[in-house]
């Protein structure tokens, strides 16, 4: 990976573009993430229904992929999603491919 790319998936987004955590339709956490660190760490501190909400709907594969353009973290989300996980295990591995790609990408800057 190049320092480009690490630094175009780890830019801060405009507030329009930001992620924003729901827990089903019209019900938001009051929650959103603005860049990728920011999703990282609201991963960690959202109600794990918000997660299983947004997972198996597509919708964080379809952010990573269309709005951060990792198409590599989009395929391991995916590839979670595939593994019907829920509640603490979800986020625990979920949590866990996020801080690995963070790292990663962070040693790029």
Request: aromatic share 14%; no cysteine; net charge neutral.
């Amino acid at each position: 990976m190049k320092e480009e790319t690490a630094s175009r998936i780890l830019r801060v987004l405009p507030r329009e573009k930001a992620f924003y955590f729901f827990t089903s339709i019209g019900n938001y956490t009051g929650e959103s993430a603005a860049s990728f660190e920011q999703f990282v760490d609201k991963t960690n501190e959202v109600n794990v229904k918000s997660l299983e909400f947004h997972l198996y709907r597509g919708d964080f594969e379809k952010w990573i992929s269309e709005t951060l353009e990792d198409q590599e973290l989009a395929k391991e989300i995916e590839n979670l999603r595939n593994q019907n996980y829920s509640g603490t295990s979800l986020r625990k591995q979920l949590y866990q491919i996020l801080t690995k790609h963070y790292e990663k990408l962070t040693m790029f800057r």
